[in-house]
Nanobody, 125 residues
Framework: QVQLAESGGGLVQAGGSLRLSCAAS????????MGWFRQAPGKGREFVAG????????WYADSVKGRFTISRDNAKNAVALQMNSLKPEDTAVYYC??????????????????WGQGTQVTVSS
């Protein structure tokens, strides 16, 4: 199993940047596909970004492509989400997720078995 804990959320003005981190614990972390999702008030959980277990592949939601970057450091058991040019519509609780599936391109929350507790990101206009 994998346990996940996010950090780095906060309040930022539109156009600003934030970096979210996800600390993973448990065995075989490096073999998991990792993802970030977000959930705004009154809306469903939506995919943001994903990274394959080998780090050779990353994929993003169209709404964040070119602004957000996902990365992982298997030696440190961590995954990060660098968020630039933030917009008020990026306001949400952001969740780190892990999937035991070894492929790439997973954007459906049901494909991820493990979840962090979430961290709030608020972007003011």
């Amino acid at each position: 199993q994998v346990q996940l804990a996010e950090s780095g959320g906060g309040l930022v003005q539109a156009g600003g940047s934030l970096r979210l981190s996800c600390a993973a614990s448990g065995r075989a972390y490096s073999l998991y596909t990792m993802g970030w999702f977000r959930q705004a008030p009154g809306k469903g959980r939506e995919f943001v970004a994903g990274i394959s277990w080998s780090t050779s592949s990353t994929w993003y939601a169209d709404s964040v492509k070119g602004r957000f970057t996902i990365s992982r450091d298997n030696a440190k058991n961590a995954v990060a989400l660098q968020m630039n040019s933030l917009k008020p519509e990026d306001t949400a609780v952001y969740y780190c997720a892990a999937s035991s599936r070894r492929g790439a391109g997973y954007t459906t929350s049901a494909l991820y078995e493990y979840w962090g507790q979430g961290t709030q990101v608020t972007v003011s206009s």
